[in-house]
């Protein structure tokens, strides 16, 4: 069995206080990653979809998506992306400020793979983040 050397995850957050919270965590982790940045949910969908600025981001292995966002939400993120036949299997993990059950619902059925709130203590929220990576490490490991 392998696992994948650096797990590449698209990060979709329009917060730079978040942002920071989120490179911080990543590099504590003995996860090897690399991280690809969209502020909003349209520069994500150039992200995925490999268009624009965003033209040399490879295909992530996982997205960590804010709902938030401006110009396009994550919840309509996340349905193009379910939607698409070469981006579906890409778990994406919502990450966001929203308690909202109604929220958590659309976004379970959307397909998410998991709907975290973030923790409003930074380091309660880089431990999230961690423990995140920590899991994705370990659902990651495929057969040679």
Excluded: H
Excluded at 78 to 92: G, Q, W
Excluded at 110 to 125: E, I, L, N, Q, R
Excluded at 129 to 135: A, F, G, N, R
Aim: aromatic share 6%; charged share 35%; hydrophobic share 40%.
């Amino acid at each position: 069995m392998r696992t994948l050397e650096r797990m590449k995850v698209l990060v979709v957050e329009d917060n730079p206080n978040d942002v920071t919270i989120i490179k911080r965590a990543m590099r504590k982790s003995d996860v090897k990653c690399e991280l690809y940045f969209a502020s909003n949910g349209a520069e994500a969908l150039d992200a995925l979809y490999q268009t624009g600025e965003f033209a040399d981001t490879p295909r992530p292995d996982l997205i960590l998506l804010d709902l938030r966002l401006p110009k396009v939400g994550g919840l309509e993120v996340l349905a193009k992306v379910k939607e698409d036949e070469r981006l579906r299997r890409i778990p994406v993990i919502v990450l966001t400020e929203s308690e909202r059950e109604e929220d958590m619902v659309k976004a379970y059925d959307s397909g998410a793979a998991s709907y975290m709130t973030k923790p409003v203590d930074s380091k309660d929220f880089e431990r999230l983040i961690q423990t995140v990576q920590d899991y994705w490490r370990i659902a990651r490991i495929s057969p040679e």
